[in-house]
């Protein structure tokens, strides 16, 4: 019984490990995918979304969101982690010019 409790709280806290990773690996492909975008706004709204996209999608990930805001560049992504319990972490990130304010 002891054995199997122990195995439980062993087996939680690598899950818990794995969630944060996949919140870590999210928030990183956020962030350069919403630079990648930014550097592409130029071009227009969808070149950059479909910057964001090939980013993420280089880094395992998928863009659940890409909006233009003004000069702003706002990317959601989902890092799909685990083979038997599967989970999706997400993030945003915002990335556009600095103000000057």
């Known amino acids: 019984m002891l054995v199997a409790a122990l195995v439980t ?3 939680g806290g690598i ?3 794995a969630a944060e990773v996949a919140r ?5 492909v956020a962030d350069l995918a ?3 975008a930014a550097g592409r706004l130029t071009l227009g709204p969808d070149v950059a979304c479909r910057q964001a996209d090939q980013l993420a999608a280089a ?3 998928t863009v659940r969101g890409c909006a233009v805001e003004h000069l702003d560049v706002v990317v959601t992504v989902a890092v799909r982690m685990g083979s038997r319990i599967s989970f999706e ?3 945003a ?5 600095s103000g000057t304010g």
């Open 9 to 11: 709280i062993a087996l």
């Open 15 to 17: 899950w818990l490990g």
């Open 24 to 28: 870590h690996r999210a928030q990183a």
């Open 34 to 36: 919403a630079l990648a």
């Open 59 to 61: 880094m395992r990930a």
């Open 89 to 91: 972490a997400r993030a």
């Open 93 to 97: 990130a915002r990335a556009g010019p």
